[in-house]
């Protein structure tokens, strides 16, 4: 990773810091704080979406910007749907002794949920009776088999069993051949007729020991479906331009919101004709699924109709002994770089880090992120938030 440093005067360590800002910033800041101070979790704003989202959605209306969210508003709701989860009820108890769900053991998924139990052999099948059932021989049967499938195996085994008057299967290996069962919780396609528990190396060694042996069993198998929504505030500001940008930030970052709110409101009124901008607000670490989810829901603005994408997510007001904005950029272009040197800040020591690799599928992607955070307050970030606007400027100029 390559940093090319643009050096200013860096007097944020000043004392006299928040009065040598331009009245413009000084208007920023003001902004910013107000923002903020919406965008906390105990702003009192209560609704059935995200409070941040409520308040974003009003600002960004208030900015004129074009809602292009769900049904004409600017929110857009995406159902996450992540399969299913062991649910807190499910237990094993073995002889007595309670077993840890996900390590110890896990049911697997599509076994209905349901309780059994009893005193029950290892190495008998008894009607009435949890079934234990070692793995091994099917494993050594298939070994070198590249259509053997243990689990349709296994399928037919439960339906078997079941016929039968199993109450459940007890699954474990003894075998130094791998099965690879683990806890799918995305798997659509197994079906079992009575429920199946698979049960680690570690506690079968130590249980199922003795062939001859009983072992008293209480089973509970239960899973819950794992699903939610992600709220997405999205805006948008119509150029008339083929390529678009995007800008994003978390919104339940408070900064990041409220430099997203800001550098919004700029953009609308700037009067640029280059580019098109989205603005994207998501919640915190999902940003790859929101913009995922908007390009499904927006086939008329596709991945390679976006120029360049802009995150403003980690801004802050700067440290004032470490006066820093950090500009990391994936896929970086020359262009950049001199939209980036060329809007220097006489306040900001500014880095800039040519990132290798891809993200987002993007052509470009530029993370904003201001060093360690100081003392509360907007003056900082006002700052930084001015060199991006100049910087977007200069490559809206080219």
Known sequence: MKNIIFWGACLLSCPGFAQKLKRADRDIATELSLYGQNLRPDSGLEDKTPPACTFMSTELARSGLTANGDAGGFLQVVHIDEGREIASRCSLSLDGKTAVPGTDFFPLVGSPDTHTGGSTGISLNEKGLPWIYDLRYDLEGGKGDPAFDIHKILMAKASEAKARGATALLLYNSSSLPDGFRFDAKDKHSSYVLPVVYINKRLSAKVFKD????????????????????????????????????????????????????????VKHAGWRKHNYLVLAYTGGRQEEAMNAYFANHPGLQKEKVDYV???????????????LTVRVWRGRDIWKKAFSGARETYLRVVYQDVPGDTLGIPGVIVFSTGKPGAPGYDGEALALRYIFNSLASVEKK
């Open 310 to 324: 802009v995150d403003v997510d980690g801004l802050a007001s700067p440290d004032p002994g470490q006066p820093e």
């Open 211 to 266: 062939p001859t042996a009983y072992v008293d069993v209480d089973l509970t198998v239960a899973t819950d479906e794992k699903a939610y929504n992600l709220y997405n505030v999205e805006a948008y500001v119509d150029n008339g331009a083929d390529k678009t940008v995007v800008l994003e930030a978390a919104y339940d970052t408070t900064a990041g919101a409220a430099a997203l709110l800001a550098l919004a409101r700029l």
